[in-house]
């Protein structure tokens, strides 16, 4: 017998470790308090050590809880390997969070969907829901979770918190657990109501015309001029403007291939985002200066970082924008704002929605509810053709038709 085949045989032979739930120890360290428990192998039994808070988590209760939600995903994966016979252990949501449902929104989701999710997590779920068992969590207990937030969110912010929650739920139905059946049966969002009148979200700021011009004149930095008027005169979005590539602009036209959230470049937001527009001034002659000013570049990204990478447009905004458009804008609301009054310039022109929808990239439902925006004086122009149309049909005869 070969020394390969006795080894095969005697790691066949090999009884089965048994599964033992771990509770972990929390230790503190000079930079925060870790856990640490032991995980096996097929090389024995090995002590992990794992950061599980900052030092100003003071409360032990907090931490012991923390411990608990952190184990939780432990124990799970471990009952998992060794396909125990035992009870399975209970899987809370903040375990089914960090060790199924994060990867999954990593390797699918882009960028700003898992950096919007994370936060709204951090900020608001997971106090809720990190130490609850996935399987015991009600739709009852939703309601009392959303109603109570009605204090101190909008309706809108409230809509984020309850698509996340109710994400998280959807995708532990789709999943198997070590039994082989689904980690729990329905989503209990699904039917939640919230039991309290919610607060209006704030009505989105739209820049006019003019303030669009006093905003660019303000702006010192060539670079920054244009970025805004990317946004303000064409309507991008600020992710697409920072993915702008000099090889897709030729003949006048702007072609809108990518978009760089956070400064990472990826796939634009939608299918309907992929379009074609004509570059107009201010645009045309800031986008001219601009590229003389770098020796008349050819291909590469327009706005790049140090390292030759996509910037982050917030931090850029925030210190080459931000200060200067408020001097002269005191509805100053972000480079956003700048594509929503692009749009409702655009339709306020001459009435017609198809010119914004064709510009911003959104669907025709998104550009009515999202874009185009009240604006005074169109309504007092549409007030009057009406009253003119009023009394012409007031001097007509009585029963005359036409």
């Keep these: 017998m070969t020394k390969a085949s006795l080894l095969a045989l005697l790691k066949a032979n090999r009884t089965r470790r048994r599964y033992r739930e771990q509770t972990g120890s929390v230790v503190k360290r000079s930079d925060g308090f870790y856990i640490r428990y032991y995980r096996d192998s097929d090389g024995g039994r090995t002590r992990v050590t794992q950061r599980l808070c900052d030092l100003n988590v003071v409360d032990p209760q907090k931490r012991k809880l923390l411990a608990k939600s952190h184990m939780s995903a432990i124990n799970n994966l471990h009952h998992t390997a060794l ?73 809108k912010s409230l809509s984020h918190v309850r698509a996340l929650m109710s994400s998280v739920f959807a995708h532990a139905v789709n999943t198997k657990g070590s039994n082989g059946r689904a980690l729990i049966d329905r989503n209990p969002i699904r039917d939640v109501k919230v039991l309290a009148n919610v607060g209006e979200s704030k009505e989105q700021v739209a820049y006019t015309p003019e303030e669009t011009i006093a905003i660019i004149n303000a702006i010192q930095r060539t ?60 645009v045309t002659s800031l986008l001219t200066t601009y590229r003389e000013s770098l020796a008349n570049p050819k291909e590469g990204l327009m706005f790049q970082n140090g390292g030759g990478q996509p910037m982050n447009y917030n931090g850029f905004a925030k210190y080459h924008i931000k200060p200067f458009a408020e001097k002269v804008c005191k509805r100053w609301n972000g480079c956003y704002s700048g594509r929503h009054g692009a749009a409702t310039t655009l339709y306020n022109q001459e009435g017609d929605v198809r010119a914004a929808y064709q510009v911003l990239g959104n669907s025709l439902e998104v550009v009515m509810k999202t874009y185009v925006k009240p604006d005074v004086e169109q309504g007092r122009k549409g007030q009057a053709k009406y009253e003119d149309a009023l009394l012409k049909a007031m001097k007509k005869p009585v029963g005359s038709q036409g």
């Design 83 to 155: 396909r125990s016979e035992a009870p399975a252990p209970v899987l809370t949501v903040g375990a089914f969070w960090d060790t199924i449902y994060r990867p999954w929104l990593q390797k699918n989701k882009r960028p700003s969907t898992l950096r919007g999710y994370e936060y709204v997590w951090k900020l608001y779920v997971k106090h809720e829901l990190a130490i609850r068992p996935i399987d015991s969590y009600h739709t009852i207990d939703a309601s009392h979770f959303l109603t109570g937030l009605t204090t101190r969110l909008n309706g």
């Design 223 to 282: 670079e920054a001029k244009l970025f805004f008027a990317l946004c303000a005169v064409l309507g991008m979005r600020p992710s697409e403007a920072a993915a702008v590539k000099w090889e897709n602009i030729s003949d006048g036209v702007l072609k809108v291939r990518e978009a760089a959230p956070y400064g990472i470049l990826g796939p634009l937001k939608t299918k309907k985002s992929k379009r074609d527009l004509t570059i107009t001034e201010p």
